[in-house]
Nanobody, 135 residues
Framework: DVQLQASGGGLVQGGGSLRLSCAAS????????IGWFRQAPGKERAGVACIKRSDGSPAYVDSVKGRFTISSDNAKNTVFLQMNNLKPEDTAVYYC????????????????????????????WGQGTLVTVSS
């Protein structure tokens, strides 16, 4: 079974930094993408960033470019989201999600090109971790 566990959320002041982790296990496909999504109070779930397993290619939505960095460890079993210069509007529950198969490359490329990402292609989801940014 594919399992994703998000962790690292907490309370920080505006301008601060936080690093989220997504521990992944159970993948059997040749390649997959892992994405970070967030859902703020009263808002729809929105994409944040994603990364391709095979080569580490990252992609970001426009609102976090230059502030957030997605990366993976050497074993390719944990994905990180380094969040710098946090703003109150970043407050949300953050979820990691995964997409397997050839579609992963297309989804990553689309996010790289357009700066947007949709949750509809991601099949597996973690439990979420809360990030609260005060002003």
């Amino acid at each position: 079974d594919v399992q994703l566990q998000a962790s690292g959320g907490g309370l920080v002041q505006g301008g601060g930094s936080l690093r989220l982790s997504c521990a992944a296990s159970g993948f059997t496909a040749d390649d997959y993408a892992i994405g970070w999504f967030r859902q703020a109070p009263g808002k729809e779930r929105a994409g944040v960033a994603c990364i391709k397993r095979s080569d580490g290619s990252p992609a970001y939505v426009d609102s976090v470019k230059g502030r957030f960095t997605i990366s993976s460890d050497n074993a390719k079993n944990t994905v990180f989201l380094q969040m710098n210069n946090l703003k109150p509007e970043d407050t949300a529950v953050y979820y990691c999600a995964a997409l397997e198969g050839p579609m992963a490359a297309i989804v990553i490329s689309t996010t790289q090109t357009l700066g947007v990402m949709s949750s509809r292609y991601y099949k597996y989801w973690g439990q979420g971790t809360l990030v609260t940014v005060s002003s």
